[in-house]
Every structure is written in structure tokens, then in C-alpha cells.
């Protein structure tokens, strides 16, 4: 009998990012977006944020719902939102624009798109039948995102009234502090919402955290449990 001499397939190692798709970037690069997105929240040390570090939230939002292939409704709606915004601190920054409209506008863009991120997020994953670096990655940027949400929430509330009690700005840097050690059930005990608002989206960022985590997890357990022969 003859030898068979075809050669076996080359197997493609499995990789934490893809780079063969170029036009739809893995989640390593959402979470590199996600990180500037923090930073440039946590610069912000005054009660009026400053444009640029809000068209950074929507630039990053923009991209997420590009990376998870969300509904075209979806990425339209991002990029129109980005682009008026855009022009919107354009023609702030020209003619020297005072006050808070802008910034509150962009806020609760912020926020609203933030609440839908993690959402295509997981619909995204949803879709997936194999578990692996991607998805890590992607239950990590929707995590971080539920903290971003709130944020923009607390930064919200606390725009036009005293969300901590008088003598504590609520900055954004201040919302973004508070919405981790929320979300993370830390709780430092250096900040305390003031108002029913403020302890209402402390709660439910608290069972949304843990939530989210049980989730994931049994998910991701779920998925790499050896299968039982029917």
C-alpha cells in the first residue's frame, strides 16, 4: 500500500488578539481605548469637565460598538452622536463658548451610550460558540464599562446639586472613584452619596457588579467543562 504523503494542515495557534482582521479590532485594542477613556476621566479634578475628555468617552464608545459588530442602527446612532459633538466642541473652542450646556449635553451622551456598550458587548460574545482570549478580554471591558456607566450617572446627578454632601465637588475624577469602589464593593468609606439619587445608583451599581461577575464567570466555567458523551 502506498504511503500517503499529503502533508497535514498547518494549525493556527489560538491568539489573545487577531490581527488578520484589520477592519474590526480584537478586544485587547477596546480595552487599550477603555484605559485612555479612565485616564482622561481621572484628569478631570473640576465640576466642569473638560470637552475633549468627553469626545475621548464617545471616540471609545464608537469604537467598541465597531469592534463587537453591533446593529448598524446602533453604530450609526455612535457615529452621528460623535461627529455633533464634535462640531459642537469645535465651535465652543472658536468662539469661546462659556457654560454648562455642552458639557452636560456630552454627559449624558456619555452616559447613555455607555449603557449600551456593554450590552453589544455581550450580545457579541452571545453569539460565539468557543471560549478563549477574546473572550476574557471582552467580559473585562463590559465590567469596566458597568463602572463607566455609572460614572457618567454620578457625574450626571451631580452637575447642578451637592451629590456627596456640601464641601465634596463632585468631579469627574470624584464619580469615577466612587463608581469603582462601588462596583467592586471596596467601599473606602471616604465618599457617601448625600442624596437618594446618589444611594439609589450605589445600590444598583453594587448588584450589577456582582451580577455581571457571577455571570461571566459561570459563563467562561460553563464553557471549558469537559462535555459528557450522550
Not at 478586544?27 to 479634578?45: D, E, R
Not at 460565539?128 to 457618567?152: H, N, P, S
Not at 439609589?200 to 459561570?218: S, Y
Amino acid at each position: 500500500m502506498a504511503a500517503d504523503l499529503t502533508p497535514d494542515p498547518i494549525q493556527t495557534p489560538r491568539r489573545f488578539f487577531d490581527s488578520t482582521r484589520l477592519t474590526q479590532p480584537g478586544y485587547g485594542t477596546v480595552l487599550l481605548f477603555i484605559g485612555i477613556a479612565y485616564i482622561s476621566c481621572a484628569w478631570q479634578k473640576t465640576t466642569d469637565p473638560a470637552e475633549f475628555a468627553l469626545l475621548v468617552q464617545l471616540a471609545t464608545i464608537w469604537a467598541i460598538f465597531h469592534a463587537t459588530n453591533a446593529r448598524p442602527r446602533i453604530r450609526q446612532l455612535g457615529t452621528i452622536v460623535l461627529l455633533f459633538c464634535a462640531l459642537a466642541t469645535g465651535i465652543v473652542w472658536i468662539f469661546g463658548y462659556t457654560g454648562t450646556i455642552t458639557t452636560t449635553v456630552m454627559t449624558a451622551a456619555s452616559l447613555i451610550l455607555y449603557g449600551v456598550a456593554p450590552a453589544a458587548i455581550v450580545r457579541h460574545q452571545a453569539a460565539r460558540t468557543k471560549v478563549d482570549g477574546q473572550t476574557l478580554l471582552a467580559i473585562i471591558c463590559a465590567y469596566i464599562l458597568i463602572g463607566m456607566f455609572f460614572t457618567f450617572a454620578f457625574g450626571l446627578a451631580g452637575l447642578h446639586s451637592d451629590l456627596f454632601g456640601l464641601g465634596t465637588q463632585t468631579t469627574l475624577s470624584t464619580a469615577l472613584f466612587f463608581s469603582f469602589t462601588s462596583l467592586t464593593t471596596t467601599g473606602y468609606g471616604n465618599l457617601i452619596p448625600a442624596t437618594e439619587l446618589g444611594q439609589t445608583l450605589a445600590i444598583m451599581e453594587v448588584l450589577t457588579g456582582q451580577l455581571f461577575v457571577a455571570l461571566g464567570i459561570a459563563r467562561v466555567v460553563t464553557s471549558w467543562l469537559p462535555r459528557r458523551a450522550s
